[in-house]
């Protein structure tokens, strides 16, 4: 679903990623962790069009990301094309950015109806669902501030989720939220995963990444350090940079 070739992003003279290489198969969950800095959110930047890679090439679904490549060089999309592979990738923030001034379901109604013209009624229909899925329907009325910080981060799940992506993108989905609401969104997320979604998770939670994750990737300063099966990774880091990350962790 994901393919980064030697993806390398500068800010000026600042190398943000050095060449990052990784796979994310259809259906597997990526966790990636690393010091504050390393380029973790960036990368997600890269893959959800917000930034634009500067070498290397980003593919999502075999298709190449923000560009076309036409013998044998490459060309930028146009806004609609890239806008359209946009629409398939759903993300959700550390925090959760919902229109205050909407309701939960307005919230979550919103994208489908403007973006992908989904008649109204459909479109509430499946927001119904999705509440249910993340254990809020009976929020649908409430305003964002009448929500403790999980379930608004469930209800930003939901809404990335109507729009029914392909690849969801979690930049720290727990970092701002008071430690007795993380478990709520992590059972959300692990719940997804099971359901077969692909994901990509920028967490610091090395219970879920041991439990959920197919890779666990380590990186830092632009680069990956090491990545591996969650478990193993844990139990035996191989790089004595990902050692020292670990054991500040616990
Ligand atoms: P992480 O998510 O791992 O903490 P980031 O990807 O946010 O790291 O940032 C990596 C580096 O890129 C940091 O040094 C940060 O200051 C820099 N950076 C991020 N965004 C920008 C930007 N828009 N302009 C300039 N520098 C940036
Ligand atoms: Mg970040």
Known sequence: MVR??????????????RGITLEIPRGQVLCLIGPSGSGKSTFLRCINHLERVDAGRLYVDGELVGYAERGGKLHELSPRAAAKQRRDIGMVFQHFNLFPHRTVLDNIVEAPVLVKKVPRAKAVAQARELLDRVGLSSKADAYPVQLSGGQQQRVAIARALAMEPKLMLFDE????LDPE??????????????DGMTMVVVTHEMGFAREVADQLVFMDGGVVVEAGNPRELLANPRQERTRAFLSKLL
């Open 4 to 17: 980064a070739d030697r993806v390398c992003k500068n800010y000026g003279a600042l190398q943000v990623l």
């Open 173 to 176: 989905p727990t970092s701002a």
């Open 181 to 194: 609401l993380v478990g709520e969104v992590l059972g959300v997320m692990k719940e997804l995963a099971r």
